[in-house]
């Protein structure tokens, strides 16, 4: 979304300074599932935005004793 779009009716979502502006139904969904983490990172391949939601490690070997 361009900074210059208008945010109405959008519900805004904040998570490691960052703010963003979905649909509700969207967040509403999303949340039910768990934690929504936005966030910007750097790595080998290059750079730029992440969202997950819930635990990313949980059910994929991650870590031991999830849910």
């Known amino acids: 979304m361009a900074l210059d779009e208008s945010t109405e009716g959008l ?21 039910q599932i768990g934690e929504i983490n936005i966030d910007f ?7 730029g935005y992440t969202i997950k939601v819930g635990d990313a490690d949980c059910g994929q ?7």
Do not use: F
Not at 41 to 47: D, F, I, L, Q
């Open 41 to 47: 990172v750097t790595n080998e391949t290059g750079s």
């Open 61 to 67: 070997g991650g870590c031991e004793g999830c849910g």
């Open 11 to 31: 519900e805004a979502v904040s998570s490691n300074n960052i703010t963003a502006y979905i649909d509700p139904k969207l967040k509403d969904y999303l949340s």
